[in-house]
């Protein structure tokens, strides 16, 4: 019965995952007031149809079934530098006259690191069993062949 219950819901869950993908799909914003522009048009809403997702075999512009047009904003344009005034960020570099006063050489600094290994430790001596010869019993030997 568990087998079953199981089967049932996980073929379930695969059929709802395959269906959010391939029909038209409610626009909703995640944040309040935070408007969803899809190609120059506020989405928030509407009703979006087309191919999304990894399903897609190729490119389509999705249809937007309501919403509105949103003017492009008109945003300024910095280039620095284009009128020739001096850029107002960055590294101020000031050339020092020649005969200056140098300052006193630094002290001369060394350090160095080095790394090895452990020398190995030494095997202790280990002496092998001793050999026990086994016994000869008395009596005559037997050949031990299979038979055919």
């Not at 089967?7 to 995640?30: C, F, K, R």
């Not at 989405?43 to 389509?60: K, Q």
């Not at 079934?65 to 904003?73: I, T």
């Amino acid at each position: 019965m568990r087998a079953a219950l199981t089967v049932a819901v996980w073929i379930g869950s695969a059929l709802g995952a395959a269906a959010l993908e391939s029909g038209p799909q409610i626009v909703i914003p995640g944040r309040p007031g935070v408007p969803i522009i899809i190609n120059g048009r506020d989405a928030s809403y509407a009703v979006i149809e087309g191919d999304w997702g990894l399903a897609r075999g190729n490119h389509v512009q999705p249809t937007i079934f309501g919403g509105r047009r949103v003017p492009p904003l008109n945003v300024g344009h910095y280039y620095p530098g284009a009128t020739g005034e001096q850029v107002g960020y960055g590294r101020l570099e000031i050339e020092p006259p020649e005969n200056r006063k140098l300052p006193k050489p630094a002290e001369s600094f060394h350090q160095s690191w080095s790394a090895e290994s452990a020398p190995p430790m030494p095997q202790p001596m280990v002496e092998p069993p001793p050999v026990i010869l086994a016994p000869e019993l008395p009596g005559p030997r037997r050949n031990f062949r299979p038979r055919n």
